[in-house]
């Protein structure tokens, strides 16, 4: 195995549990109930086919495997040895520069069930494709809101959807063309989907819930993630979306929309960004007071005198894609609609 497994699972465990056979090593990790709505565990199994002896399992604490694996260095290769096999058993973890030992400490829950055979609705695609849509589904969550600290999956015949939504300013929408078996949502931990989607490995990896399940699983070529869902209903955002004429549209590109939304560039650059009609062609943008403001134009027209718009909900648009188009409503208070290639954000407006 490599220093970056150890990493991982030092990173989420209470407990990380290794059971060794003929020809394989497996290593587990599991963590408590950290928060009442859900439980998370995690497994990787890897090739080791030096080990020949009887099957072996240990636990260690967390605290310790941590502290070891933050001593190898992502790339280090690290083999295992068994070291007194007794009563107090032990793992020898080695690399070409150090050497250390893990001791036997409590039991952890039990690995996740990596069989897809009775799954209620999976979907296959490329490892990198899912880190990079959870990645960006990630940005939108709402940190004191237990559903909304999590992304909802949903599996259709059009394929995987992610939402996620901070419930006030920003609605977040990506889709990914690919083919499902069986549909329906589930909404899992922002966080642990992340560290899951990452742990799995380059490839292709399968995601999918089980029947008379509430857990979510990531299944790669040598690992399985497993996370269980939040408890609580996604919240309903259709009249939150509903808009009824259009004040105007703009195209802008995201390199050009992330200097208005750095705060960096104006000493004063304030909470909003204001918007309004330059020429009979171009939209200006800015932030700042007058004294210090920056300001940058976008193809487009508005009939409303000034907009205004959130500088941290916009600072999340620009991960959409190069390219975003605004399509602005006449009220208040109503969501502007933005879009890229293959993703939406719908982000509060004021007139």
């Known amino acids: 195995m490599n220093g970056s497994t150890l990493h991982y699972l030092s990173g989420v465990a209470d407990l990380v549990k290794l059971d060794i056979e003929a020809a394989a090593l497996t290593l587990s990790a599991s963590k408590g109930a950290i928060r009442a709505n859900y439980q998370a565990a995690y497994a990787a199994g890897y090739r080791q086919a030096a080990y020949t002896g009887d099957a072996f399992t240990l636990s260690v604490s967390a605290g310790r495997f941590k502290a070891i694996a933050n001593m190898f260095d ?27 030992t893990l001791r036997e400490f409590g039991q952890p829950t039990d690995a996740p069930d990596g069989r897809i055979d009775d ?13 990079s849509e959870i990645e960006i589904a990630n940005t939108f969550t709402l940190e004191r809101h237990p559903v909304l600290m999590g992304i909802k999956l949903s599996f259709a015949k059009s394929g995987l959807t992610l939402h996620a939504s901070d419930s006030t300013s920003v609605l977040y929408e990506g889709n990914l063309r690919v083919r499902t078996e069986g549909t329906g949502s589930i909404v899992i931990p922002a966080q642990e989907a992340l560290l899951g989607a990452r742990l799995v490995g380059d490839g292709d990896v399968t995601v999918f819930k089980l029947r008379d399940s509430d857990a979510i699983i990531f299944k790669g070529e040598t690992a399985l993630f497993r996370s269980s869902a939040i408890a609580g209903d996604w919240p309903d955002m259709r009249d939150v979306l509903k808009t009824s004429n259009m004040t105007g549209s703009l195209v802008i590109e995201a390199a050009a929309l992330r200097n208005i939304v750095d705060g960096s560039r104006v000493l004063d650059a304030g909470p909003d960004v204001d918007v ?35 500088r941290t909900a916009l600072a999340r648009v620009v991960k959409l894609g190069s390219e975003l188009a605004f399509t602005i409503p006449d009220k208040n208070y109503r969501p502007t609609l933005i879009t890229s290639e293959r993703r939406k954000c719908w982000v509060m407006t004021r007139i």
Do not use: H, W
């Open 119 to 131: 799954a209620e609705f999976s979907v296959r695609l490329l490892a990198q494709e899912l880190i």
């Open 74 to 100: 992502a790339d280090d290769e690290v083999s295992c040895t068994i070291v007194d096999a007794g009563d107090n058993p032990g793992l020898r973890l080695r690399s070409k520069r150090m050497t250390s």
């Open 276 to 310: 309004k009609q330059g020429n009979a062609e171009n939209v200006i943008l800015s932030v700042g007071a007058e004294a210090g403001s920056f300001a940058i134009a976008a193809k487009g027209s508005i009939t409303a005198v000034r907009l205004r718009y959130d």
